[in-house]
Structures are given as structure tokens and as C-alpha cells.
């Protein structure tokens, strides 16, 4: 060996050891902190999470939401997996230049595969850098930037990354071309396309080397590629909390303890309060220990999938560009908030991970005086709360978030600008729960604490007292339903059980109490009644199903009115039924069988569908045809031109965004227009999470956002499938109006109304029209309802 290849073998040699060590460490370090959280079952049904993970894997699903990056990222990183028998190489070359690997070494598909992914993995890497580069904050809009995915992210972090994939592909070009000038050299016979099908023409740089000029190349080739590699890895585990690189290993378990096993995105029903990793008994929760936590008050108090998807987070943004609090210039980032809890919970774990002698040592004379423990974890381990007043500058976004303390690590303005929308999760390529976490925050504030927006008083007194967010009396459950011409029937009352029916149709608060909704729970029973399709409803008996409770955080009133009405829809043999509000659709669907509870559940445009497809209803009025008001509400409520508003416990939670769209597109003479945010990207109307009971306080609004949306479209109806969403988009419509942006011509209407209106032709509301169709239209297979 040559001194040069002495040098490059001890100084290789040694940095890995080095590296390897470290590495070590740090996967300890991560064991033992996901261990610190709470316990939580996320092992069933292996098989599925198997071929979840391949699939997301291999076939980037959760990727392709940005498909230019999604094809970039996936050749980065198969590379990075393919080309890691070049690393093994790389040693062997240290000791002999020409040595490559047994078997495989001149096996020429794996030459071919080592060839193409080089090319591949550098070129997608230039890729990414140029995205990154070109959505940098600043050339992007709002204050500093803030409208690009990449704000806030750590850009050191990012560049670093970057940088090592960039000179770890160029270092395997340059050792494949090289290693085929020294095949031409040694007469090998190796030089040829068959073993360097796209390498091979760079070799013809350097075949006025010498021999020995070439194999010192290859040596300090592979010692940089070597040295990179590794120097990556002492990075790395350095910095636990460096996201950008650690999520090419942790996103596959990330992916694979996902909730579901079959791949469902980790959105519709919330999980319930655990204490001790069993699910909590409400009717037992005052034999708990008084130090139990009710949602999460710790950053310890995570479970351990929570702890795991903080450190997943590779810092992408997406879920940040998505964010309707965010897009609105509230404090809320998803990823900054998930960013914020990594980085607090790896200050805060040397300090949990220490014996207590250790901790008791340490306090004795104050945190701030403790030896052992760095000025991070002394700060985090200070911190008195995970959420509360920062004082934070609403200009500086980045000010409302702490991981180190002293004050609160977040803002309470972060944790109350949520939706819940799940933009956050729908669009999160490695599947971090956003909304679970918040929820848990928002649950420990609430029934641990006690504080939350006062707006949220009002709403807890009312669903207490009257089962209802608006307080009013249950008496008044049924008065949408006065001039009906057709009897609508109440379970107890005109029918014994739901037997008798084929549906239990569920009115909801909004349907029952809110005027604009009542328009949409008077055209569903119209429709339903000129379908032939019997139903009933509960009157009186329906209580809020507790939706909003439940995402403020009051999981004891969410509990009190599920197990009410589900004790009452077991009484009366519910078996299907039908809802018009996306809230009580997931909540009814998704989270009573928590409690016992298992229906059939279908929205109402589902239904529709299903009911046009099978030609019981049969839409033939054209928008410019007279339609009486008769027992339509108002206005009749078809238009030319129409859009539709995704309401996100419809679409996102629940995947229905087919039948919606299918009932606008078949109405005669009627356009329709998608607007840009639309489906898995639509844009919140700002009412989830319990915030339709909150007065928007930060920022602009999120109705008149998207209303602006919808109006530039061209649009004279903004069709909803949601009471929530008809109320906020109104309001965002009337505001419009007032400012000379809308006329009065455009109304938000729920697509049943646009359907009763197509389905009536100016009879007044009595029999329905003929069936006939102006122009013939294709007739769709019938499709399965979403």
C-alpha cells in the first residue's frame, strides 16, 4: 500500500468508527425518549401495515401531491438506497483501486442500476435544490416570506442535505469513470457499454493519466466519498432533531404504526382520552389518581407515536401551505408547531432520562445552577406550561413559538387558530397526526386548566342545558317542518321504531335551529318524499351529537352527548341513516362505534346520487325556467353557473367528493366550475374545530377567503354540502356584496336545494315533473356510494 492509501484508510477508517458510535448513541437516545411517552397500541393486523408502508414506499402516495417533486424525491431516495453498495466499494478501493465487490461487483445489471440511479440521484438532487430555491421565502408573498412552504424550516439543515447527496453522486460518477479508464489502461476488457452504459464516455477525460495517476485518483475519490458519507452521519447524530435527515430512516416506521393499517389517511374520528395506554372510562373517572393527565399537558404526556411523528417531520411545509390559519396570517403553522415540540421534547429528555438523585441534585440549589445539562434543557425543563402566553408580535409568527422556554413553548393563539380541517395530515408526506396532537393540547387546557376562548362558555352552557349550541328549546327541533305538504314522522310518536322506515333521517342543530340550514333540511325531505323514500326523524329526541365539544377540547360533554344519542339510537333500532351536515356525517359515522355505536351512515348527497342514479329523481328544470317557490324557501336555487365548496369532515375526513359533484354536473343546462383549491387541496370555511363558535380575531378572515375564491369563478351559486359552510360562506357572500366585490345575483345554496330546484318545474311543489331530458345525457355506470 502507498502512503496515500495508508493516510486514507486510517483517516477513513477512523471517522467511521467515530460516526458509527455516535449513530449508535443517538438511536439509543431516540428509543429512550419515544419511551417516554405514553403507551399506545399501533402493532395490529402486520401484514396490512406491511403493505401500506410498500405502497406509500414504493409508489410515494403520499408524495404525488406535488408531482414534479414527488418523481425527483423518489429517484433521491431509491438512490440513496441503491447506491449504498457503492459505500462498500468505496472501502474496498481504499485498499485496491481496481477492487469491486464480489458476485455483484461485474454483474452488469447492477452496473446498470449503479449507473442510472448516479445519474438520477444527481440530477433530482439539482432538482429539489432549484424547488427549494425557488420557493424560497424571499420571492414569496406576505410578510417575510411567510406564504412559502419553507418558512420557518432550519435552511442549514436543508443546504447540508443537499449538499452531501450532491457530492455523493458526483463522487460515484467520477469513481465509475474511473474505474472504466483503468479497464481501458489494464486491458481489463471491462470498458465497454455493457458495464458503463453511461459512464463510461466521462472515463475518456482522464485516459492521458497514467495508471498510477488513475488508482491515486480512485483512492482519494472514495476517501472524500467515504468522508462525506460519514461526516453526514456524525451530523446527524449530532443534531437528533435535524428532521431533513433523519426522516429517510424514521418516515418507514412512521408509515408503517400509521392508525390505520390499511392506509387511510389518520383523519375522521378523534382519538379518545387514554390514561396509561387503556382507553378512559368516563363513568369511572373519579377513581383516577389525581396527578392522571387528561390530554396533554407534558411533553411527555404524547404517546409514543406522537414523540416518534415530531421527529419524523423532514421540515417540507406542505402541511404549512395548506393551513388555512396559516394562509390567513394567524400564528398557526402545523409544521412549526410540530417543529416545536421535537425540539422541546429533545431539550426537555436528558432531563426525564437522568435518575432521580440526578434531578434531585440538580434542584437543589435551582435548574438554572444544575451541572450536567445544557442551557436547552435547563430552559426546557423551567418551562412551566406547554401552551399559554408568549407575547408574542403577531408580525413575527415565529416569536409564538418557544421550544426552549422560559414562557410557554406555544402560544395559546397557535393552539385555538386550529380548524380541523386536516389539511395538515391530508397533505403530510411521512403521516404526522397534527389534529390528534392539537386536540390533546386543546383537551388538558380544557378540562385540566380550564382555559379556553371565552366565545366557548356560551356553546358548553347551551349544549348542557339544551343539547344544542344555540341554546334554544328541544320543542323547537321540529319547526323546520311546518307546511310541509307530506307528514314527516317521528319515531315514539307516528312509528314505533325505524323499522317502519327505510331511513332515520338526522335533522342536526343546524338543520333543526339555523334558518339558512333549514332550507337544506326542508329540500332533503322534499326529495326524499318525491323519491318514495320513507323516513323519520327523532324530534325532540336528537341531541348535538357533540362534534364542536369534542374538537375545543371538553371530551366530558362530547362523552355526555354521544352516549345520549347513542343510548337513544339503539333504542329505536337505527340502522341507517341519512345526515346533512358534514359534523354529524363523521361524528355519527366515525366516532360513536367508540361508544357502541354502528350505523350505516350516508351523507345526503350520497343518497341523492344514489336516488338520481336509480332514476327516482329526475332532474329537468334548466336554470332559466320559471320555478315556483311553492315549498322551496326563498329564492329558487339553480343558477347557470355553479361551484362547488368541499366541506373538509366531508371530503378530507371522509373521502365523499364524487357524489356531490355528480349531482351538480348532471343538472340540465347548468355549468360547472372547480375551483383551484378543490377536494384533498379545498380550503376551510373556518368553522371546525369549534371555531364557527369563535369570533376570527388574528389575521383576515377564512370565509372571506375562500368566498373570493368561489366568486372568481364566475359562479352564480356556491353550492355546499355542509350547514357550517352555508353559514360562513353567506356571511363571506354578504360581506362581499357590501364591498361592491359580488351582486346580489349570487347566493350559497346546499346542493340539495340546486337538486329540488332541477327536479320542480314551476308546479308549485306538487307532483314532480315528467321525466325528460332536454338533451340526452351519457348515462354513468352506477357508482358505489363514496
Not at 341554546?471 to 310518536?493: C, I, N, S, T, Y
Not at 357524489?659 to 373556518?686: D, H, N, T, W
Request: aromatic residues 10%; glycine residues 8%.
Amino acid at each position: 500500500m502507498s502512503a496515500l492509501q495508508i493516510v486514507a484508510v486510517v483517516v477513513c477508517l477512523g471517522v467511521t468508527a467515530v460516526a458509527v458510535a455516535l449513530l449508535v448513541k443517538t438511536v439509543n437516545l431516540f428509543l429512550a425518549t419515544f419511551r417516554l411517552g405514553q403507551p399506545e397500541d399501533r402493532g395490529d393486523d402486520k401484514g396490512a401495515r406491511t403493505r401500506t408502508l410498500l405502497r406509500e414506499f414504493l409508489g410515494h402516495t403520499r408524495m404525488s401531491r406535488l408531482p414534479v417533486v414527488a418523481v425527483a424525491h423518489w429517484f433521491t431516495m431509491v438512490s440513496f438506497g441503491v447506491l449504498f453498495f457503492t459505500l462498500l466499494n468505496a472501502f474496498g478501493q481504499l485498499f485496491q483501486p481496481a477492487f469491486v465487490l464480489p458476485v455483484i461487483g461485474h454483474f452488469f445489471p447492477y452496473e446498470w442500476v449503479t449507473d442510472f440511479f448516479a445519474f438520477a440521484g444527481f440530477l433530482s438532487i439539482l432538482l429539489l435544490m432549484a424547488i427549494r430555491q425557488k420557493n424560497h421565502p424571499r420571492s414569496a408573498a406576505g410578510e417575510d416570506g411567510r406564504r412559502s412552504r419553507f418558512f420557518g424550516s432550519t435552511w442549514w439543515q436543508a443546504y447540508y442535505v443537499e449538499l452531501t447527496i450532491l457530492g455523493v453522486t458526483l463522487c460515484i460518477g467520477l469513481l465509475r469513470a474511473l474505474e472504466w479508464t483503468l479497464a481501458r489502461k489494464t486491458g481489463t476488457g471491462m470498458d465497454n457499454a455493457l458495464h458503463f452504459p453511461l459512464t463510461g464516455w466521462i472515463g475518456n477525460f482522464f485516459t492521458g493519466l497514467s495508471v498510477g495517476a488513475i488508482e491515486n485518483l480512485i483512492v482519494v475519490i472514495a476517501a472524500i466519498k467515504i468522508l462525506i458519507s460519514f461526516a453526514w452521519m456524525i451530523t446527524i447524530a449530532l443534531q437528533p432533531t435535524m428532521g431533513v435527515a433523519w426522516h429517510r430512516f424514521l418516515a418507514f416506521f412512521n408509515i408503517f404504526f400509521k392508525r390505520h393499517a390499511d392506509g387511510r389517511t389518520s383523519l375522521g374520528e378523534l382519538q379518545p382520552i387514554r390514561v396509561g395506554g387503556e382507553v378512559l372510562d368516563f363513568e369511572n373517572v373519579d377513581d383516577l389518581d389525581e396527578d392522571a393527565a387528561l390530554g396533554v399537558g407534558k411533553v411527555e404526556d404524547f404517546t409514543w407515536k406522537g414523540l416518534l411523528d415530531f421527529t419524523t417531520c423532514t421540515e417540507c411545509g406542505r402541511c404549512q401551505s395548506q393551513c388555512p390559519a396559516w394562509n390567513t396570517d394567524k400564528p398557526l403553522s402545523p409544521k412549526l408547531l410540530v417543529m416545536t415540540l421535537r425540539d422541546h421534547a429533545y431539550a426537555k429528555s436528558p432531563w426525564l432520562l437522568a435518575s432521580e438523585e440526578v434531578r434531585a441534585a440538580a434542584l437543589k440549589d435551582g435548574i438554572e445552577s444544575a451541572e450536567g445539562f445544557s442551557e436547552a434543557t435547563k430552559g426546557a425543563v423551567a418551562t412551566e406550561q406547554l401552551v399559554g402566553e408568549t407575547g408574542y408580535d403577531i408580525r413575527h409568527p415565529l416569536t409564538a413559538y418557544n421550544p426552549h422556554g422560559p414562557d410557554a413553548v406555544i402560544d395559546e393563539d397557535v393552539l385555538w387558530s386550529c380548524t380541523t380541517c386536516g389539511a395538515c395530515v391530508e397533505q403530510c408526506p411521512v403521516d404526522i397526526e397534527h389534529v390528534d396532537a392539537i386536540v390533546d393540547l386543546r383537551r388538558y387546557k380544557n378540562l385540566i386548566e380550564s382555559a379556553f376562548p371565552a366565545e366557548l362558555n356560551g356553546l358548553f352552557k347551551n349544549l348542557e342545558k339544551n343539547s344544542n349550541p344555540w341554546g334554544l328549546a328541544p320543542r323547537l327541533r321540529m319547526d323546520w317542518a311546518k307546511d310541509l305538504p307530506f307528514e314527516v314522522k317521528q319515531v315514539g310518536q307516528d312509528v314505533e321504531d325505524l323499522s317502519e322506515v327505510d331511513y332515520l333521517f338526522w335533522v342536526g342543530c343546524a338543520g333543526a335551529y339555523e334558518d339558512r340550514a333549514k332550507k337544506t333540511t326542508r329540500a332533503v325531505a322534499e326529495l326524499l318524499d318525491t323519491a318514495g323514500v320513507s323516513f323519520a326523524v327523532l324530534g325532540d329526541g336528537e341531541a348535538c351529537t357533540g362534534d364542536s365539544a369534542r374538537r375545543a377540547g371538553n371530551e366530558f360533554l362530547f362523552q355526555m352527548l354521544a352516549q345520549q344519542n347513542v343510548e337513544t339510537l339503539n333504542e329505536v333500532g337505527a340502522t341507517k341513516i341519512v345526515v346533512t351536515c358534514a359534523h354529524c356525517f363523521n361524528t355519527i359515522k366515525n366516532e360513536y362505534p367508540q361508544l357502541g355505536g354502528q350505523y350505516e351512515v350516508l351523507h345526503h348527497t350520497q343518497l341523492l346520487n344514489r336516488l338520481v342514479r336509480e332514476k327516482r329523481l329526475t332532474p329537468v328544470a334548466r336554470p332559466g325556467d320559471a320555478v315556483a317557490t311553492g315549498t322551496l324557501t326563498g329564492a329558487a336555487s339553480t343558477g347557470a353557473k355553479v361551484t362547488y365548496h368541499d366541506p373538509c369532515y366531508l371530503g378530507r375526513h371522509n373521502q365523499v367528493y364524487a357524489p356531490p359533484r355528480e349531482l351538480l354536473q348532471i343538472l340540465p343546462g347548468v355549468e360547472y366550475a372547480e375551483m383551484e383549491r378543490s377536494k384533498e387541496k379545498s380550503f376551510c370555511c373556518g368553522a371546525g374545530g369549534a371555531r364557527m363558535w369563535m369570533e376570527e380575531k388574528l389575521g383576515t378572515r377564512i370565509n372571506t377567503n375562500r368566498t373570493e375564491e368561489a366568486l372568481a369563478t364566475g359562479a352564480e351559486r356556491i353550492a355546499v354540502g355542509c350547514p357550517f359552510c352555508k353559514v360562513m360562506l353567506s356571511d363571506g357572500l354578504n360581506a362581499a356584496i357590501q364591498d361592491g366585490k359580488a351582486t346580489d345575483a349570487v347566493e350559497v345554496v346546499d346542493v340539495a336545494q340546486m337538486l329540488l330546484a332541477a327536479v320542480r318545474r314551476g308546479d308549485g311543489g306538487g307532483e314532480p315533473a315528467e321525466a325528460e331530458t332536454p338533451e340526452p345525457q351519457p348515462d354513468p355506470e352506477p357508482a358505489p356510494v363514496a
